[in-house]
């Protein structure tokens, strides 16, 4: 059910899809040279994005190590991003203004079942896993093999959650041990034990947006978001750096020379994703209100668009498969690695989203260079979630993220190994793959034209 694109072989630098066929190609005879087709500005589009530029982005994030919300390190990478997204010709930058915590920056329902604002924000680490067992993902001694495998534990008794939140077998396969690495000590590297020092601290927060406007339609939106806060005093350089330099780079090249669009398209980089999802709660509950309203009336206007899809991208770039049942992992991306794209089939909003996530996997299907994409109905835990009773809404992520991140698939999720020398180019290929489904699924549904 995955395998619908051929994967070719990795070269140091992206095909630009030479050899892939594209639907309008195929449709001519069987070994014409070049049919005759107008050029695709969207094939043209995803040609730009490089994985060198990627990684040069990733880079540009890592030097403000883990980028922990209430921290000077997460406002300084505000202000990075805030910079580059400029220098990309998306100058008219915002920021969203919140205090953390604070009822503004939470789930309306959470605070009402809390019993007001009192309460607001106390909860939010469950968000972030929870867990506090410091380094422990993945480190496992080894040689310390039972001599007889474990039975499995019947699904839904004690010993079978006990083992669902520990680390074991369940009748998902084995699982590995998941939590947040809050020890600096378990930085080996003295610098960014340095860069990561300051402990967070509760006040003011922002996030930065910038907005492509609408030619035609400049009262709706997309909107393509990502967290730049990060856990785990390492450089948050997957979870999610991956996420925001993909939103960084699709904003760069919808701002190239000729590129329109007929409705808006807005790039977000959220803040306190790891705290509660607080960043994205702010912008819903704040703007919610605002959309489709001309401001000032008669000038043509829009500070809030209609909201017309929420796109988020979480963790964009380790696929390696899941944990052996000796606790060891797989060094190398699997075979059958892809980008997945969830919407909540639990949500208001769910028969749109499927829809969107569909019109993604078709884009997918059309434009990606090396890994297929899958679409799945469990987006959890990421800032799409505060839109998904408003809007269509999906993430797209390297794993599902409650069957195979929370499985622990990922032995670097919130931990001081998540930094940029720890992927390989494969892994960044993935994030970079990602980023093409997101930016031609969005350029078909936001009418990208591309004039030389
Ligand atoms: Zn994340």
Known sequence: MKHTLLTVAIAGVLATGASVTTPSASSGQAGAVQAQVAPDPIRELVGHLELERYKATLQGLAQFGDRQQGTKRNRD????????LKSYGCANTERITYMYPSPEASDPAAVARQGGAGRAGAGGAAEAGGGQRAGGGGQRVAGAAPATPPSPPVPGSPEWVRRSREGGSTQYGFRGRTGVNNNLESQANEKLRELNAEPTSPGERQQVFCT???????????????????????????????GTALVMEIARIMHMP???????????????EESGLNGAWAYVNQRVELQGIESPRGSGRYPEPKWLGMIQ????????????????????????ADVNIEFQSASRFVDQSMKLAFAFKAAADAYTTHYPAAVGPHMTNTDSRPFQDRVAAISLRENERGMQTGAGWNPHWHQPTDLFATFSDRDFLLGLNAAQVTLSGVARLAGVKAVK
Request: hydrophobic share 35%.
């Open 77 to 84: 990478a505000v202000d990075w991003i805030e910079a580059q």
């Open 212 to 242: 492509k406007v609408g030619v035609t339609r400049p009262q709706e939106m997309y909107i393509i978001g990502a967290h730049m806060d990060g856990l785990g005093k390492g450089e948050a350089v997957n979870d999610d750096g991956s």
């Open 258 to 272: 000729g590129v329109t669009s007929d409705v808006s398209i807005r790039f977000i980089l959220w803040n306190n």
């Open 313 to 336: 991208h979480d963790m964009m770039m380790w696929d390696h498969g899941m944990p052996r049942a000796d606790g060891t992992l797989n060094p190398d991306q699997r075979p059958e």
